[in-house]
């Protein structure tokens, strides 16, 4: 095992990712996520099915900018806070969160970190290389779900609500910079092309201002050790595995070609993988199996970042998120939350494998 190619490797990532959660602490200690929720209910004008379209749009945007963490982290108890002031149904809500925290997670390199390891191996470089590759998979899996999520809460959908009293804001001027900066994320990243730089900068304006401004925002427990140490560690387990032989085990299953099932046949152990250990080391072991053609290597992401909506798990992003319900006194069936993945993941793999080997 070579640790300097390994660490060559995985040290950006991390960067990014610690750059990245210091970004999303500070932006919801300033309250960016709360004005978007509150910002939403004033849009939607009382209506339940305009104000979850909008949470809809706010949690694919954030998911794609921000990451799925970001999502299952910092979104999911503001919009579950939200429904409560309004008396709406909040299982509703945490649905949309988790599952378009994973499914949502396809369009840029920075919205998982399974596309972060990809995109260091795809042939074409940059971020508009990596959406051309992507984008008929991510539209694919995000209508879907959100299809799937209209059809199982259909009743909650109907009637309308009264919204309250607006917050006060305890920094409004760094909570404008933290709306900018979010803002600018995207583009940076598709223009820049160097996620880790970008988020850096990011972050670093960030951390100033609030220096200046709200140093009680800053904090050491904003940094994610556990996550960067975690990840860490699955790195060096899978590649040791993969020297002795996981390799050759995972080629096999995979088999090989770009046409339809082909792709749904790696989608599928991509999802498989993820349910049953986590969607992280499943990408890590059949990574290699897949490098012959880059869309084989997409239809490894639908699978990992897709697949994961049936144990609880089978992405960080969901066991962080079912953390956030439990802080919110949001009981969640693991049963029936296993039910509904069960009849969703099959038609998010087929669908999506479908749009990238015809469109």
């Keep these: ?25 500070i932006a919801d200690g300033l309250g960016v996520f709360t004005l978007l929720a509150r910002g939403t209910a004033r849009l939607a004008r009382g209506s339940v099915l305009r104000l979850w379209l909008l949470v809809v749009l706010v949690a694919v945007l954030a998911t794609a900018v921000l990451s799925l963490d970001t999502t299952a982290v910092l979104l999911t108890p503001v919009v579950l806070a939200l429904a409560a002031q309004l008396r709406l149904d909040r299982l509703l809500f945490a649905y949309t969160a988790v599952w378009l925290a994973n499914t949502a997670s396809l369009f840029l390199p ?100 609030c220096a200046f401004g709200a140093r009680h925002l800053l904090h050491w427990r904003m940094l994610p050790w556990q996550l960067v140490l975690g990840v860490s560690v699955l790195f060096v387990l899978v590649q040791l595995a993969h020297d002795h032989g996981l390799g050759d085990v995972l080629g096999r299953l995979a088999g090989s070609g770009s046409a339809w099932v082909p792709l749904l046949r790696v989608a599928g152990l991509g999802a498989l993988g993820a349910n049953l250990l986590d969607n992280l080391p499943a990408y890590l072991a059949m990574e290699p199996a897949v490098l012959d053609h880059p869309v084989r290597l997409v239809a490894l992401l639908v699978g990992v970042n897709a697949g994961p909506l049936i144990t609880p798990w089978a ?39 479908l749009a990238l080997a015809f469109v």
């Design 315 to 353: 992405s960080l992003a969901t066991l962080l998120w079912a953390a956030r319900c439990r802080s919110a006194d949001l009981s969640v069936s693991w049963g029936g939350f296993a039910l509904r993945g069960l009849v969703l993941v099959p038609v998010l793999l087929v669908t999506a494998t």
């Design 110 to 209: 920075v919205s998982n970190l399974t596309n972060l390891l990809a995109f260091t191996r795809l042939p074409s470089s940059g971020v508009p290389a990596f959406l051309r590759l992507t984008w008929p998979a991510a539209v694919v899996c995000t209508v879907v779900t959100v299809v799937a999520l209209a059809l199982f809460f259909r009743r909650s959908l109907r009637g309308t609500y009264v919204l309250g009293e607006a917050p006060t804001w305890q920094h409004p001027r760094l909570l404008r910079l933290g709306v900018v900066v979010c803002a600018l994320l995207g583009p940076a990243f598709v223009l820049v092309g160097n996620v880790l730089v970008v988020s850096a900068v990011g972050a670093a304006v960030l951390v100033v201002a």
């Design 1 to 25: 095992m070579d640790l300097t190619e390994l660490a060559d490797r995985v040290l950006p990532i991390l960067g990014f990712v610690v750059c990245i959660t210091v970004v999303a602490e």
